[in-house]
């Protein structure tokens, strides 16, 4: 098992660019998280997906993100434009859904710098 | 609003000691408390956890203590190595709605 597979792994991008995160998350896994993590703020979950539908993106940030799961093997974050305050590390997770209390299995995150 | 919250921010132990981390919670409604440890450049990963049920899980060096009463979970770490250290993160939940996380506490273990 190759685990949740996040890239890029490092994106340095300016202020004004869109930039597209990436994530593969476990086969057989119906449910994938996108979190944002920064030293002031900690773990922040953006949106969840359960069988490739959207069920809570109270936590993006504003209009500028935007997430899809076009099937049950990728998922995308994308954010346009960007701003030095996006600047963090996103973590895609995912987890079979099968019991109540299955572990969330985290990919490595993409640490995303806007200059 | 901050639904689980850890203390203290920073932990250094020396080899061999005990690190203890706290966690505290608001929502009596949550019935899993689970830990994850984070090491640098890496993504979480389960650690351990905890239903409300019992007041003590023991995996190994890892312990978490439960207080229903006082809405607060504890992880212990036994015979710290260096290799345990690493950013612990306690989070909470209600059936399968999603993880509560809280900040996260460094363990900084010295030889």
């Known amino acids: 098992d190759a685990g949740v597979i996040q890239s890029p792994r490092h994106e340095v991008t300016e202020m004004g660019q869109e930039v597209t995160l990436r994530c593969k998350p476990i086969?057989?896994?119906?449910?994938l998280f996108w979190y944002r993590q920064t030293m002031m703020r900690g773990l922040e979950l953006l949106i969840y997906f359960n069988n490739n539908v959207p069920i809570d993106d109270s936590g993006m940030p504003e209009d500028r993100f935007s997430a899809k799961m076009p099937n049950a093997s990728f998922s995308t974050l994308k954010i346009q434009p960007s701003e030095p305050r996006d600047s963090a590390v996103y973590f895609c997770?995912?987890?079979?859904?099968?019991?109540?209390?299955?572990?969330?299995?985290f990919g490595n995150g993409t640490r995303l710098t806007v200059t | 609003q901050q639904q689980v919250k850890q203390s203290p921010q920073s932990l250094i132990v020396q080899k061999g000691g005990i690190s203890i981390i706290n966690c505290a919670y608001e929502n009596t409604a949550f019935d899993y408390f689970p830990w994850y440890q984070q090491f640098p450049g890496k993504g979480p990963a389960l650690l351990i956890a905890?239903?409300?049920?019992?007041s003590e899980k023991k995996e190994g060096r890892f312990t978490i203590s439960f207080n229903k009463s006082a809405k607060q979970f504890s992880l212990h770490i036994m015979d710290s190595q260096p290799g345990d250290s690493a950013t612990y993160f306690c989070?909470?939940?209600?059936?399968?709605?999603?993880?509560?996380f809280g900040k996260g506490n460094q363990v900084v273990v010295i030889p």
């Open positions: 989070a909470a939940k209600i059936g399968n709605n999603r993880l509560a």
């Open positions: 997770a995912s987890h079979t859904g099968d019991t109540v209390n299955s572990p969330l299995h």
């Open positions: 086969s057989g896994h119906n449910s």
């Open positions: 905890i239903r409300p049920d019992v």
